[in-house]
């Protein structure tokens, strides 16, 4: 059994479908971990995931993110110290409101499966990356 290994500083970066930029960290067999960050006042575009669900944790930067699944749709704020849940099908859309990059920790249940993971939907506010 191999232990899964990375660092910040030394995890390439990508460009996740909604445009955020993401650095790959821990992957496992059962979940992947990376941190995403969106620049001052950008915007991600809205997406939904096929097969995948996720937990955030906000490390830095305030903004605000749009959920809708089903009959329930919500925008709550987002700063440092909150968690949250993306189930698995909800669209969701996620923006910084401040002058410095918001930047998130998030946790993907089972490990990313690449960029087909997701469809774009319509959401509340015009993308900008």
Known sequence: MAFATQTLATAGEVTAPDGSMVRILAVATRGSMAHFTLP?????????????????????????IWRCEADTEEVVGLEYGMSLAIPCGASFQFR??????????????????????????????????
């Open 40 to 64: 001052p006042h950008g915007v991600a575009r809205a997406v939904r995931h096929r097969t995948v669900e996720e937990l955030w944790f906000i490390v830095s930067g305030r903004g605000r």
């Open 96 to 129: 910084s409101d401040s002058a410095e990059p918001l930047h998130a920790i998030g946790v993907t249940m089972p490990p990313w499966p690449g960029d087909d993971e997701a469809c774009f939907v319509e959401g509340p506010w015009e993308a900008t990356v």
